[in-house]
């Protein structure tokens, strides 16, 4: 009697060697109830240690975000000083200019005043030149 199938074994044939890219199933084993207990227990105490390993760095993170800002918020105070002194100074300054305004008004007019003086002179100057030089033509006559 011929098989149907190349390679399927009869019913009563014994199995020929097993192919090597063919897995077989093994029946699962449950482990003992004491390894279940010790694996869980190591489990859990591998996962605490975890958990507490990234909430202390997040804590960390944020101590040093908390002094990052407590640096920051002093600089900013220093700044803060530092252009209120600066303000200080600039009204000062703008209180002492005012008040040598009118002085400084003055220092113009004068300026202005001796440039104008100063112009007078040369004319009188050329003026007596003409007037020596006519002196001496008629002095010479």
Do not use: H
Not at 38 to 53: H, I, P, Q, R, V
Request: aromatic residues 6%; contains cysteine; proline residues 4%.
């Amino acid at each position: 009697m011929a098989t149907a199938a190349e390679g399927v074994p009869e019913a009563g044939a014994q199995p020929a060697k097993q192919d090597p890219a063919v897995e077989t199933a093994e029946e699962a084993k449950e482990p003992a109830e004491a390894d279940i207990n010790e694996l869980c227990k190591d489990m859990f105490s591998k996962m605490a240690t975890y958990l507490t390993g990234e909430l202390t760095a997040t804590s960390e993170d944020y101590k040093l975000l908390e002094n990052m800002n407590k640096l920051t918020s002093l600089k900013y105070l220093e700044m803060k000083d530092i252009a209120i002194n600066i303000s200080r100074n600039l009204k000062d300054l703008n209180q002492k200019y005012a008040a040598l305004q009118p002085y400084l008004e003055q220092i113009n007019l004068i300026e202005e005043q001796v440039a104008a003086l100063e112009q007078a002179a040369y004319k009188l100057d050329a003026y007596s030149k003409k007037l020596e030089a006519k002196y001496k033509k008629l002095e010479k006559r």
